[in-house]
């Protein structure tokens, strides 16, 4: 064989993925990106997330999850966890003890939650104290447009759910910063430092209520909150209310081919998942879906990946069908959806480049996360490689491999590790980010598109 013969058949050639799509490809790919940019409007939170995907799933004959329900194929079955995550499956043709084929994501993003008692006033300025949720740079949620999300329990046990500032009727909140003018002493600070946790205080006004006494501003919000939502300030403590840049998604650049939104960690995962679901022919083995919550704080608590809430819903279905729920672990496959970083050029000594996710080239197939010596990590073996390379190659779509930048640079994890916990092949893979965790991240429409031909080829392998 000459060079260029051996070069060929012998060495990796990646190419951009616009150069491998069709004409029809495009624009089956521009339809799926407006069908996602309008779940991102509506889906802020986690919470947001799940009545979506309840919403959708019964238009699409999907029926509420019931212990002692029945499992035949071509069931479609949802389990909505307190409103916070959910479950759905497709019941295959095969039986559970083969085993299932899953996919994962989570719907939680980083954020800022209101404290339980977060109203408060300081120099005639209504604040609301927050603490933030998940990583953060802290300095990157001052002077930015926000919006209030979330729920509130009232007195009387009744629940009243709150959006403030995403209709373009609305006020927007704000973090306040220091001015340039007198910022001598903060820009010796380290960017960790810039802004500290406490000082992301959230303001909400400065009229006073007319009268006389101490906290007229603060009366005036709590009245103007009454007023809207009927809430008292006790109700603040049965309350979840989370803090969320405020504005739509949007396309951006001048040809159009990436997405601006917050929270693309991990809804643009969650969403390709949803939408492969909905779609896909009657599977074979049963396909099931999970949108998963607290991962940003390391999956715990009764919403997240570590909770039982999936072994109840896996084991009723296997139970449904005289199956042993650890069988049915043992046989299955699973999908982590979860983001990688892309290669920025602006950073690039953060990156081995040859081993980094790049925009427009597919999704990202990462063998492992985890941090310093593949810390949290559940490290894909080469068989389970190879399985998700077959699946990929053999429905045409298109990927890429890649790591979580240089070793001993940072890291994180995924809901990876607790799947693999369960005795089930796991496998990460997700869509490239540019500034992951910022209040406003960036995708690429062709990874977004390909990843939701990977969650479609994984319910079908």
Same mark, same amino acid.
């Given at each position: 064989?000459?060079?260029?013969e051996?070069? +060929?058949n012998?060495?990796?050639?990646?190419?951009?993925?616009f150069?491998?799509l069709?004409a029809g490809?495009?624009?089956?790919?521009?339809?799926?990106?407006?069908r996602?940019?309008?779940?991102?409007d509506?889906?802020?939170?986690? !919470?947001?997330?799940t009545d979506?995907a309840v919403?959708?799933?019964?238009?699409?004959?999907?029926?509420p999850?019931?212990?002692?329900? =029945?499992a035949k194929?071509g069931?479609?079955?949802?389990?909505n966890? !307190?409103g916070?995550?959910?479950? *759905?499956?497709?019941?295959?043709t095969e039986s559970?003890?083969g085993?299932?084929?899953?996919?994962?994501?989570?719907v939680?993003?980083?954020r800022?939650?209101?404290?339980?008692?977060p109203l408060?006033?300081?120099?005639?300025?209504?604040?609301?104290?927050t603490?933030?949720?998940?990583g953060?740079?802290?300095?990157q949620?001052? =002077?930015i447009?926000?919006a209030?999300?979330?729920?509130?329990?009232?007195?009387d046990?009744?629940?009243?759910t709150?959006?403030i500032?995403?209709d373009e009727n609305?006020?927007?909140l704000?973090?306040?910063?220091?001015?340039?003018?007198l910022?001598a002493?903060q820009?010796q600070?380290?960017a960790a430092?810039v802004?500290?946790g406490e000082q992301l205080?959230?303001?909400?006004g400065? +009229?006073?209520l007319?009268?006389?006494?101490s906290?007229?501003?603060?009366?005036?919000?709590?009245?103007l909150?009454n007023?809207?939502?009927g809430l008292?300030?006790?109700?603040?403590q049965?309350?979840?209310?989370v803090?969320?840049?405020?504005?739509?998604? !949007?396309e951006v650049?001048?040809?159009r081919?990436?997405?601006?939104?917050?929270?693309?960690?991990?809804?643009?995962?969650?969403?390709a998942e949803? +939408?492969? *679901?909905?779609?896909?022919?009657q599977?074979?083995?049963?396909?099931?879906c999970?949108l998963?919550?607290?991962?940003?704080i390391g999956?715990?608590?009764?919403?997240?990946m570590?909770?039982?809430?999936?072994?109840h819903f896996?084991?009723?279905?296997?139970a449904?069908?005289?199956?042993n729920l650890?069988?049915?672990?043992a046989?299955?496959?699973c999908l982590?959806?979860?983001?990688?970083n892309a290669f920025?050029p602006n950073?690039?000594?953060t990156?081995?480049?040859r081993?980094?996710?790049?925009?427009?080239?597919?999704v990202?197939?990462?063998?492992?996360?985890?941090? !310093?010596?593949?810390g949290?990590?559940?490290?894909a073996?080469?068989e389970?490689?190879?399985?998700?390379?077959?699946?990929?190659?053999g429905n045409?779509?298109?990927?890429?491999?890649a790591?979580?930048g240089k070793?001993?640079?940072?890291?994180?994890?995924?809901?990876?590790a607790?799947?693999?916990?369960?005795n089930i092949v796991t496998v990460?893979?997700?869509v490239?980010?540019?500034?992951?965790h910022?209040p406003v991240?960036?995708?690429?429409k062709l990874?977004?598109?390909?990843?939701?031909?990977?969650?479609?080829?994984?319910?079908l392998?």
């Amino acid at each position: 064989m000459t060079p260029d013969e051996l070069r +060929e058949n012998l060495l990796m050639a990646p190419k951009n993925g616009f150069a491998r799509l069709s004409a029809g490809e495009r624009a089956e790919m521009e339809a799926y990106c407006k069908r996602y940019m309008a779940f991102m409007d509506q889906a802020k939170t986690e !919470r947001e997330a799940t009545d979506w995907a309840v919403r959708e799933a019964e238009k699409r004959g999907f029926k509420p999850f019931a212990v002692g329900m =029945t499992a035949k194929p071509g069931d479609k079955i949802y389990y909505n966890n !307190r409103g916070k995550s959910i479950a *759905l499956a497709v019941i295959g043709t095969e039986s559970l003890a083969g085993g299932a084929n899953i996919c994962a994501a989570h719907v939680d993003s980083p954020r800022m939650d209101l404290k339980p008692n977060p109203l408060y006033e300081d120099s005639e300025i209504a604040y609301f104290k927050t603490h933030y949720y998940g990583g953060i740079k802290k300095y990157q949620w001052v =002077t930015i447009p926000l919006a209030i999300h979330g729920v509130v329990c009232r007195k009387d046990g009744s629940c009243v759910t709150v959006t403030i500032g995403e209709d373009e009727n609305d006020p927007v909140l704000m973090v306040s910063d220091l001015l340039i003018h007198l910022s001598a002493d903060q820009m010796q600070k380290t960017a960790a430092k810039v802004i500290a946790g406490e000082q992301l205080n959230v303001i909400l006004g400065t +009229e006073p209520l007319e009268g006389e006494g101490s906290d007229m501003v603060k009366l005036n919000m709590m009245k103007l909150l009454n007023e809207k939502y009927g809430l008292i300030e006790a109700d603040f403590q049965t309350a979840e209310l989370v803090v969320v840049p405020a504005g739509r998604c !949007r396309e951006v650049g001048l040809d159009r081919s990436l997405i601006g939104a917050y929270g693309h960690d991990d809804r643009v995962c969650a969403y390709a998942e949803l +939408e492969a *679901l909905f779609t896909m022919p009657q599977p074979a083995k049963t396909a099931v879906c999970i949108l998963a919550d607290k991962e940003e704080i390391g999956s715990v608590g009764i919403s997240g990946m570590q909770s039982h809430f999936f072994e109840h819903f896996m084991g009723t279905l296997c139970a449904a069908q005289g199956v042993n729920l650890e069988d049915c672990f043992a046989a299955s496959f699973c999908l982590s959806a979860d983001v990688s970083n892309a290669f920025d050029p602006n950073f690039p000594d953060t990156c081995d480049k040859r081993n980094n996710s790049a925009l427009n080239y597919g999704v990202s197939i990462c063998k492992y996360t985890g941090s !310093r010596g593949k810390g949290g990590a559940s490290d894909a073996s080469a068989e389970a490689m190879s399985h998700i390379r077959q699946t990929f190659d053999g429905n045409g779509v298109i990927w890429q491999l890649a790591t979580l930048g240089k070793v001993d640079q940072g890291g994180g994890g995924t809901v990876a590790a607790y799947m693999a916990n369960r005795n089930i092949v796991t496998v990460d893979a997700g869509v490239p980010v540019l500034s992951m965790h910022a209040p406003v991240e960036l995708v690429s429409k062709l990874d977004c598109y390909e990843t939701m031909l990977a969650c479609k080829a994984v319910y079908l392998a």
